[in-house]
């Protein structure tokens, strides 16, 4: 059987100051293509270009990656603040409306960072602008210099940095065998008020939520606030993620064989 088909969202960039791309990380593709046994075919954040219902009938799976710019906060109800930018309003405009496509069809969805929010501003959620500035919180954002730049050692920046608290019998820890894992954190927003279906599976040591679900969806939907695409290959929680989520695009690609 042919391997799985997972979209991957791109993320708009503009290069030279003049130029407008959609760009995705290569680890996410990595980790698809080695880990999750999948072809990762990336698909357009601008709903311009993009049919919703023309890529669901294409791919077996989504993949919602981590993007610099955050959610825009009217979707959850929020002035935006110049603070807060860039935002990313044309992803917005396909990721929203795509996380309820899936979950209602069963395709199955994983959701990274900027995913993991989006999953849950889809369901009615509101986000953070900077979960740092919470009282009692940790800074999440990746690791800088004393100069303000960001780190140059990648090891650094995607080195574990807190612990997360799954809950005991839910589908992350059932999925990794463990209630106890620790994860890299490169986030300045993050989920304030969960959804009406996001389900709470994984909090950090300062309460920040890292792991959800979608309630009653009929196929794979879960998302978490770190980046596991980084370590995919030898991280062995990172692995069992992408494992899960590539054997489901793959029952989902044969049950739709099935059907045809």
């Given at each position: 059987m ?50 919703l ?6 791919v ?51 959701g ?89 599976e ?59």
């Amino acid at each position: 059987m042919a391997r799985p088909v997972i979209g991957v969202i791109g993320n708009a960039r503009l290069l030279d100051n003049r130029f407008t791309a959609q760009i995705v990380g290569e680890n996410n593709f990595r980790a698809l293509a080695e880990v999750a046994g999948a072809l990762p075919l990336m698909f357009a954040g601008c709903p311009a270009v993009t049919d919703l219902g023309g890529l669901l009938d294409t791919v077996d799976g989504v993949l919602l990656t981590g993007g610099r710019a955050n959610v825009h906060p009217t979707h959850f109800g929020t002035e935006p603040h110049p603070a807060h930018e860039p935002y990313d309003e044309a992803r917005d405009a396909v990721a929203l409306p795509l996380i309820e496509a899936c979950v209602a069809r069963g395709v199955p969805l994983f959701g990274i960072c900027r995913g993991f929010q989006e999953m849950n501003v889809a369901f009615g959620g509101s986000l953070h602008p900077e979960i740092r500035d919470i009282p009692g919180r940790l800074n999440h954002r990746m690791p800088r210099l004393e100069n303000g730049e960001i780190h140059p050692d990648l090891e650094v920046v995607f080195a574990e940095r807190h612990e997360v608290s799954l809950t005991p019998g839910g589908a992350f820890a059932r999925l990794l065998g463990c209630e106890t894992i620790r994860v890299n954190s490169l986030h300045g927003q993050g989920i304030l008020q969960p959804g009406a279906r996001v389900v709470i599976e994984g909090i950090a040591e300062d309460d920040t939520i890292e792991a959800i679900r979608i309630a009653d969806a009929p196929g794979f939907a879960l998302g978490v606030q770190w980046h596991p695409e980084h370590d995919a290959t030898t991280n062995p929680i990172n692995r069992a993620l992408f494992e899960a989520f590539g054997a489901a695009a793959a029952r989902q690609r044969a049950e739709a064989g099935s059907r045809r």
